[in-house]
């Protein structure tokens, strides 16, 4: 079984893909999600985070999630912290995961900064999903409910479409004006067949 990896910028519609995955049974590991389960649940990872920022990131036992937003997309090296903090167990995870997935040709794994984590490493591919800066951008905006600016932050906090494209295996371009359906459907018989 082999181990591809799905990322793209903010908004590019990674999830989008994954879903359509999913609906054709490829197992899909959603790496965002575990990180902010451990962020809730991991006491290592806790102590770690309160230590490098303060203990006001967990006021009453809980994530302060703003904070860490703010945190994280205002300064880079404070982001690579928190990427250093967690992504290590969110990797062990995935692997445990693995072991549990005997029926597919292959999984996924589902995760924004797979490249800015060298997470790529541990894959046999790597599917890079973009889209137009425009339409991402309108798209965290109804989605999140945040404004131009906030995402444009997120952006400039990420490697550029430029760079995930070159770093990528297989490039597919969610823009709204191309059918996604077809190039999903075309990645998965070719990821079936040959590897």
């Not at 490829?26 to 902010?36: C, I, K, L, M, Q």
């Not at 167990?89 to 996924?108: D, M, N």
Request: glycine letters at 6%; proline letters at 2%; aromatic letters at 6%.
């Amino acid at each position: 079984m082999k181990k591809v990896g799905v990322t793209g910028g903010i908004g590019s519609g990674k999830s989008l893909v994954c879903k359509i995955f999913r609906c054709l049974n490829v197992p899909v590991f959603f790496a965002d999600d575990e990180a902010n389960i451990l962020l809730e649940t991991d006491k290592e990872i806790r102590l770690a985070l309160t230590g490098y920022f303060s203990k006001e990131l967990y006021l009453s036992g809980k994530l302060n999630k703003q904070m860490l937003a703010d945190l994280i997309f205002s300064d880079r090296k404070n982001m690579d912290i928190v990427n250093n903090t967690i992504h290590p167990a969110v990797l062990e995870r995935f692997t445990e995961w693995c072991t549990c997935q005997t029926k597919s040709a292959y999984v996924i794994m589902e995760a924004a900064i797979i490249f800015e984590t060298g997470t790529d490493r541990f894959l046999d591919k790597v599917i890079n999903i973009s889209a137009p800066e425009a339409i991402r951008i309108e798209r965290v905006c109804k989605r999140d409910g945040v404004s131009k600016e906030k995402v444009i932050e997120r952006i400039n906090n990420q490697l550029t479409e430029k760079e995930r494209n070159e770093k990528a295996d297989i490039n597919l371009v969610n823009d709204g004006k191309k059918m996604l359906l077809p190039h999903v459907l075309e990645v998965h018989k070719l990821l079936s067949e040959n590897i």
